[in-house]
């Protein structure tokens, strides 16, 4: 009996001290999810990095940190491609509701860390004062990017036809206008909207 009494005195004494730990809750634990990331710099270095570059630059696809980007881009058209996505490109979606990782909250902060680097730089060519013309964006087209994307525009698959009918007008200019920064001398506006007109008519084929 005296054993038996010495046993329970000692288990009491380890359960009152808890062996120096704290008391635990797993169960209650397990409810307690930490709460999302709210840092522009820590969301964008994870998500968006590794396709657009460090600070927006450099990286294989369009530099969001570019003024020419931000100046042609409004705050809902890139909260659209953020939520959704861009059809056509391997921009995949974001939002939770359309199966990706980001809540609502952590896309706003990425908006306004975007909007935050159009401060300085170069804005993007003004709209032309005349129409796109096909046949002279042919030339510019030529004399301007077919070291790249081949004489008829087969390299990449830019005049493809499903890629022209999922993107709009607006997007091909934003592409023409950024895709090679540091273009010299720089496309005019003229040129930008006329080799735009060249690539819409590569919606109906050849």
Same mark, same amino acid.
Request: hydrophobic share 40%.
């Given at each position: 009996?005296?054993?038996?009494?010495?046993?329970?005195?000692?288990?009491?004494?380890?359960?009152?001290?808890?062996?120096?730990?704290?008391?635990?809750?797993?169960?209650?634990?397990?409810? &307690?999810?930490?709460?999302?990331?709210?840092?522009?710099?820590?969301?964008?270095?994870?998500?968006?990095?590794?396709?657009?570059?460090?600070?927006?630059?450099?990286?294989? @696809?369009?530099?969001?940190?570019? *003024?020419?980007?931000?100046?042609?881009?409004?705050?809902?058209?890139?909260?659209?491609?953020?939520?959704?996505?861009?059809?056509? &490109?391997?921009? @995949?979606?974001?939002?939770?509701?359309?199966?990706?990782?980001? &809540?609502?909250?952590?896309?706003?902060?990425?908006?306004?860390?975007?909007?935050?680097?159009?401060?300085?730089?170069?804005? *993007?060519?003004?709209?032309?004062?005349?129409?796109?013309?096909?046949?002279?964006?042919?030339?510019?087209?030529?004399?301007?990017?077919?070291?790249?994307?081949?004489?008829?525009?087969?390299?990449?698959?830019?005049?493809?036809?499903?890629?022209?009918?999922?993107?709009?007008?607006?997007?091909?200019?934003?592409?023409?206008?950024?895709?090679? *920064?540091?273009?010299? *001398?720089?496309? &005019?506006?003229?040129?930008?909207?006329?080799?735009?007109?060249?690539?819409?008519?590569?919606?109906?084929?050849?």
């Amino acid at each position: 009996m005296r054993i038996a009494a010495l046993c329970c005195a000692a288990a009491a004494t380890l359960l009152s001290s808890g062996c120096g730990l704290a008391p635990v809750q797993p169960m209650e634990a397990a409810r &307690t999810e930490p709460g999302p990331v709210l840092s522009f710099e820590a969301l964008f270095g994870r998500n968006c990095a590794g396709c657009h570059g460090p600070n927006g630059r450099g990286g294989a @696809a369009i530099p969001l940190g570019d *003024p020419a980007y931000l100046a042609i881009a409004d705050d809902e058209n890139i909260r659209l491609a953020i939520e959704e996505g861009v059809s056509g &490109t391997p921009m @995949a979606a974001w939002s939770r509701s359309e199966g990706g990782m980001l &809540t609502e909250e952590q896309i706003d902060v990425l908006v306004r860390g975007l909007r935050g680097w159009a401060r300085g730089g170069t804005p *993007p060519p003004d709209a032309a004062e005349t129409a796109g013309d096909a046949p002279r964006g042919a030339e510019v087209y030529r004399t301007r990017c077919d070291s790249c994307h081949g004489a008829k525009g087969t390299a990449g698959s830019i005049v493809d036809p499903s890629y022209l009918a999922l993107v709009s007008d607006r997007y091909l200019r934003l592409n023409v206008v950024l895709h090679r *920064p540091g273009w010299e *001398p720089p496309l &005019t506006a003229q040129e930008v909207a006329d080799v735009v007109a060249w690539l819409t008519e590569r919606r109906k084929g050849e």
